[in-house]
């Protein structure tokens, strides 16, 4: 069964940090890049950050570039979301996926950013 799963959210002032984690499970997790997504209120899902599966290069959305920082942990299986300075327009479910959205969606993860 292919598991994604995303935890580490929290509240969290303006300006603070969190990191996210996405445990995966059930498929060739080195074959696939990996994003980080998020929804908030009223919005549509968007993608926040995605790292290539051989770790050789990240993206980001503008919004988050310089604030938030994507790495793999191979050997865990795990990908995580390194959030720093953190606004309130960040506040979201955040979630985990292949870049390609291979994967039915997890759980994700709130993340609220009070100002």
């Known amino acids: 069964e292919v598991q994604l799963q995303a935890s580490g959210g929290g509240l969290v002032q303006a300006g603070g940090s969190l990191r996210l984690s996405c445990a995966a499970s059930g498929f060739p997790f080195d074959e696939y890049a990996i994003g980080w997504f998020r929804q908030a209120p009223g919005k549509e899902r968007e993608g926040v950050s995605c790292?290539?599966?051989?770790?050789?290069?990240?993206d980001y959305v503008d919004s988050v570039k310089g604030r938030f920082t994507i790495s793999k942990d191979h050997a865990k299986n795990t990908v995580y979301l390194q959030m720093n300075s953190l606004k309130p327009e960040d506040t979201a479910v955040y979630y985990c996926?292949?870049?390609?959205?291979?994967?039915?969606w997890g759980q994700g993860t709130l993340v609220t950013v009070s100002s």
């Open positions: 790292i290539t599966s051989s770790d050789v290069s990240e």
């Open positions: 996926n292949t870049v390609g959205l291979t994967y039915s």
